[in-house]
């Protein structure tokens, strides 16, 4: 074999100056490489090895094996938490979905001051989480509370909104839909990228607004709706602030959700443990609902041809 089929065996050689290159490549992103394989990686592979121990931050950890995750599973607060948190991510995924979808429809018309209105719909996306539940808890009060006025007018009895087990979940989902700005905003760049000549085409064979939303608009954006659909259901499985703030778990646990269940195993009653081994069957609940998402996004999400 000659000397020059073996240099073609082995590739083209790396220049110097390609391989200077790659090195200051790889220098500007060593600061995000070492940031996630500190702040990332070693506190995921940390917290699998706290599942399999009983620690409680000052006594020296004791291997039990599997031990934590058989006492979850024998644990009733464990399937209080899971039901309390699949009904809310069910419910406040589908309405915040339907309520930003709605907005987008809104402000993708052709009105005056319609960029104005797209950014005092998007505001309360990046007004502090704390202020808006505060805020809410006000709205929400028993006694003097806006929404119970609201309901005095029509003769409605006063709710007990955050203080009724039967109201404390319904609750909190309208409280989410107060940030759906960041969705309503994916649902409009969605909109803008629909191909006009289909909507065209449509109306010149007599079909009107509704039909062409639904058999149009409605399938070109299925991409976009899996996207803000995914995200939704991810975010929701970790629903923490809203109920560690407004009602901390009650009533009766009605709002007692999963990672508010693990932060009270770790920071109240410091199980470490027992709380890792709670965040690592709820990153296989998320992992197997996103890959459950996808596998059925190939019966009706619809991407142009050409379209990865």
Do not use: C
């Amino acid at each position: 074999m000659t000397s020059g089929s073996l240099a073609q065996r082995r590739g083209p050689r790396l220049s110097r100056g390609r391989f200077r290159r790659y090195l200051w490549g790889y220098f500007f992103v060593s600061p995000w490489i070492i940031g996630t394989l500190i702040f990332t990686a070693y506190p995921l592979i940390y917290s699998l090895y706290l599942a399999v121990v009983k620690y409680d931050l000052i006594t020296e950890p004791e291997f039990v094996a599997f031990g934590n995750f058989t006492r979850m599973f024998a644990d009733d607060i464990f399937y209080t938490a899971l039901a309390n948190t699949a009904f809310y991510t069910f419910l406040a995924v589908t309405a915040q979905l339907l309520v930003a979808f709605f907005m987008a429809v809104l402000l993708n018309q052709k009105v005056p001051l319609v960029n104005v209105f797209r950014t005092i719909f998007y505001l309360p996306t990046v007004t502090p989480t704390v202020a808006s539940v505060i805020i809410f808890m006000y709205l929400f009060n028993p006694d003097f509370g806006l929404f119970n006025q609201v309901l005095g007018w029509f003769g409605i009895e006063r709710i007990k909104w955050l203080d009724n087990p039967a109201w404390s979940k319904p609750s909190l989902i309208i409280m989410s839909l107060w940030t759906v700005g960041g969705q309503m905003l994916i649902f409009l760049s969605g909109l803008q990228a629909v191909p006009q000549a289909l909507v065209e085409a449509a109306s010149i064979d007599g079909a009107g607004k509704l039909r062409i939303m639904w058999h149009v608009t409605v399938p070109m954006i299925t991409p976009v709706i899996f996207f803000n659909l995914v995200l939704g259901i991810i975010g929701s499985f970790q629903v923490f602030t809203v109920a560690f703030i407004a009602t901390n778990g009650g009533p009766v646990d009605s709002t007692l959700f999963f990672v508010l269940w693990m932060y009270r195993h770790a920071f109240e009653n410091f199980k470490m443990g027992y709380a890792a081994a709670i965040g690592w069957i709820l990153l296989l609940i998320i992992l197997l609902f996103t890959l459950l998402q996808f596998w059925t996004s190939r019966r009706w999400v619809y991407y142009e041809a050409g379209a990865p």
